[in-house]
């Protein structure tokens, strides 16, 4: 069985501190996306990556695809309040898996 | 706006009741899927749909009874469930299940609580 293992799976920052979120496997995956869940709303897809190596960049938020293809990273820089939430990973190999999870609490 | 809306969003059920929950998707997409997520689980996916016909079925328990009537609608149908049923049942549409990048588009989900 695939599992994604993501860690932290809780973190409390203040507005303004960086952070870096991890999802990793022993498994390799064909391509890797990211969704933000908000608090009484579902997932919300922020990037893909499908190359190894591969790093995209969305306002404050950097992802990297690992080399083998195996596991990922989310770094947020300036962290904000409307950061907050619940961060999920999601592998392909054939049908889309979800990692376990990093729930963030931004304090302004 | 996600495109995906899920009814109802809160719901309290017995174990012996009968209930049903619906989804529509508005973004013309093929695939539609049901996920439970639970506090201490992953997302774990239940049935996918691609035009109508159910192509995955993760050895849920017969107590989850899905209906996808169009391409637009899909329904999961409750009988007897048990307390560890109680979850946040969400919905997804995408264009082509088959694309491991296509993205997924969520509804909001409904609160399932069984006493």
């Known amino acids: 069985t695939q599992l994604l293992e993501q860690s932290p799976q809780f973190l409390s920052i203040q507005e303004g501190e960086n952070l870096t979120v991890y999802c990793n496997s022993s498994?390799?995956?064909?391509?890797l996306q990211w969704y933000r869940q908000e608090p009484g709303e579902g997932p919300v897809l922020l990037v893909t990556v499908v190359t190894g190596g591969e790093v995209k960049k969305l306002k404050r938020l950097t992802f990297q695809f690992g080399d083998a293809r195996k596991d990922s990273s989310l770094h947020i820089t300036a962290a904000q309040p409307g950061d907050t939430g619940l961060y999920l990973c999601?592998?392909?190999?054939?049908?889309?898996?979800f990692g376990t999870g990093t729930r963030l609490q931004v304090f302004p | 706006e996600t495109g995906v809306t899920q009814t109802p969003r809160h719901l309290v059920m017995g174990m012996t009741n009968k209930k049903s929950l619906k989804c529509e998707q508005h973004?013309?997409?093929?695939?539609m899927y049901w996920y439970k997520q639970s506090a201490k689980k992953p997302l774990e996916l239940m049935f996918v749909y691609s035009l109508e016909e159910r192509v995955e079925n993760n050895s849920v328990p017969s107590r989850f009874s899905p209906e996808c009537p169009n391409s637009s609608h899909l329904f999961l149908h409750l009988h007897t469930l048990q307390p560890e049923d109680s979850a946040l049942y969400l919905c997804?549409?995408?264009?082509?299940?088959?694309?491991?990048?296509?993205?997924?588009?969520f509804g909001p989900g409904t609160r399932l609580t069984v006493l």
């Open positions: 999601a592998g392909a190999p054939d049908k889309l898996i």
């Open positions: 997804a549409s995408s264009q082509d299940q088959r694309i491991s990048t296509d993205t997924q588009y």
């Open positions: 498994s390799v995956f064909s391509s």
């Open positions: 973004l013309g997409h093929n695939a």
